[in-house]
């Protein structure tokens, strides 16, 4: 029970994927204009990465090697499809706001990535907690950064005015509605990423490194940790089939 | 006519696929640090989108439709796109080396991005028939080869800027691509 417990703070500080591995940029950036919607994407993914870390997890022994990859997208794709109906269902005005990047969900690296290295090698119950402790570290993330493009472009928190509109000649806030647009998104960021990269500097001058960032800011595609986010179908296939070509 | 034409600027200019819709960022932050690299990735771009486009559609209107499994979509669009560019990439080993020479290394990076599942996911939504959704894709890799180029331009100046310690790296590139999302959206009246 204590591993549990250790892979929730793993995903949640230790390797949080928005702030240390800065994973799944796309729907950081996208989804993140207000609180509410970052919150709504964060547990739709959530419940993906749970539900496929267990399938995975359990049929660990039973996928080929070989065509791993096709088989976790296919475990991926299902469980988006069923959040995705879940979600239109019973909670339209949501399905309405986050739009495509619900199905989107499938190509988000922190699934795949956490299926190819962590769902993969291990027994159920701890996958099913890494799952729960990466999927809040991203909902986690994605609320922080919804909440502080809110209050900069709207001046509230999940909808409540927090902050008095200058209205009518009294004195308040204006809204700096560009941070609800889509370049708010990339400043936003852009200061996170400046902040981590100090945090990250301190942490190892004190002896204490954070994990790399591993998405697409950590440098580029082609260094992506995961085979998954490079796009590759058949890591092993491609490799056998030009030991043949040496051969032959 | 016209309004293929209104698709094409839409998806290339308006609504741009990186800078207001954040798809296909991993490529745009990761091979942009020269021009000449830039534009590659966005020809592969463009070839496999317009490609992925015609095929996904296809087998939309043909197959799922019809059979009305078209709650599938997600699934069958993810697992033909990656079949697809490991497919192209075979074929142009194969029979075209010189172009696989120039966009072979592109190829393996662009499957599982963002973009290419997002536009096959678009037209579906947007009910685009075969060649209206082919267009569609077209003008959005356009688009995504406009702004990765022109970001790898400012790129190749920033080298010689003085940027402040904290900011070197991605964060002046997000910066960057913040202030080429107001430009574009500067476009949004035109249609």
Known sequence: MNKCAERIYNGVIKENPTFVLM???????????????GLGMGLSTTVVLVMSNMLI???????????RMPAFIVVVASFVTIVQFLVQGFLPSLYDALGIYIPLIVVNC?????????????????SIFDGFGMGFGFTFGLTCIGIVREILGAGQIFGFQILPLAEDGKIGFTPISIFVQAPGAFFVLATLVAIMGIVRRRAAKKGR?????????????????????????????????????EVS | MQELLVIAVGSAIVNNVVLSQFLGLCPFLGVSKKVQTAAG??????????????????IY??????????????????????????????????????????????????TTNCAVLGVALKNVQNDYGILSGVVNG????????????IMAGIREKIQYNNVPAAFRGSAIVLVTAGLMAIAFYGFSGVI
């Not at chain 2, 990735?41 to 296809?58: E, H, N």
């Not at chain 2, 077209?138 to 180029?149: E, K, L, P, S």
Request: glycine share 6%.
């Open chain 1, 209 to 245: 490194p954070l994990p790399a960032a591993s998405g697409c800011l950590g440098g580029d595609c082609a260094s992506c940790g995961n085979s998954v986010c490079s796009g590759r179908l058949a890591v092993k296939t491609e490799a056998k089939n030009d030991d043949e070509e």
């Open chain 2, 61 to 110: 209107k043909y197959i799922l439709v019809p059979l009305s499994f078209d709650y599938l979509q997600t699934i069958v669009f993810i697992l033909v796109i990656a079949a697809l560019v490991q497919f192209v990439e075979m074929v142009l080993k194969k029979m075209m080396p010189p172009l696989y020479n120039a966009l072979g290394v592109y190829l393996p990076l662009i």
């Open chain 2, 138 to 149: 077209f003008a959005t890799a356009v688009g995504f080869t406009i702004a990765i180029v």
């Open chain 1, 110 to 126: 922190i699934i795949l990535g956490r299926a190819e290295s962590y769902a993969s090698k291990n027994p159920v119950l701890p």
């Open chain 1, 23 to 37: 994973l799944g940029m796309c729907p950081t950036l996208a989804v993140t204009t207000s609180a509410i919607n």
């Open chain 2, 41 to 58: 990735m966005g020809t592969a771009v463009i070839f496999v989108i317009t490609l992925s486009s015609l095929v996904t559609g296809l």
């Open chain 1, 57 to 67: 997890s359990m049929l660990r022994k039973i996928i080929p090697d070989r065509v």
